[in-house]
């Protein structure tokens, strides 16, 4: 009966909404983010192309915005400060290595363990070497 309720109770509980925008081949990787972020407390959208991100994306309708830099940097790069235009208050982190050239903003964070240190998430990302991570 205990175990009824916490069950009950967790799915009762509001969660924040996190969209997560990864377009990395890698599923396992992608599951490794989303969890990241799950353990964090979000319930995460993941949208794998950069123009179904601009569909779902309204001001107000996500708590956290996670956007991966990958092979079109500039052109999350561009969604980001648009985001960051329209609704200054929105959580947003890009996450970019230093190949990517992306230049330094606010909310450009090095790797996947500096964005869970950012949002206060339990879980560690370990990374492939050839997938380790500098600030930019």
Not at 7 to 30: F, G, H, P, S
Not at 61 to 81: H, K, P, R, T
Not at 109 to 122: F, M, N, P, Q, Y
């Amino acid at each position: 009966m205990l175990d009824q309720n916490k069950l009950n109770a967790r799915n009762t509980e509001v969660r924040r909404k996190a969209l997560l925008i990864d377009e990395d081949q890698d599923r396992y990787r992608r599951k490794e983010r989303t969890t990241l972020l799950q353990n964090a407390g979000f319930k995460v959208f993941p949208v794998l192309r950069l123009d179904h991100a601009r569909n779902r994306c309204k001001p107000g309708a996500f708590d956290l915005i996670v956007a991966s830099a990958g092979e079109n940097s500039n052109l999350v790069l561009e969604f980001c400060d648009e985001i960051k235009r329209t609704n200054p208050n929105q959580q947003l982190f890009l996450v970019s290595n230093s190949n990517s050239g992306i230049t330094s903003r606010d909310y450009v964070v090095a790797d996947w363990d500096e964005l869970r240190k950012r949002i206060g998430g339990e879980s560690r990302i370990e990374e492939k070497p050839e997938q380790s991570q500098t600030a930019a």
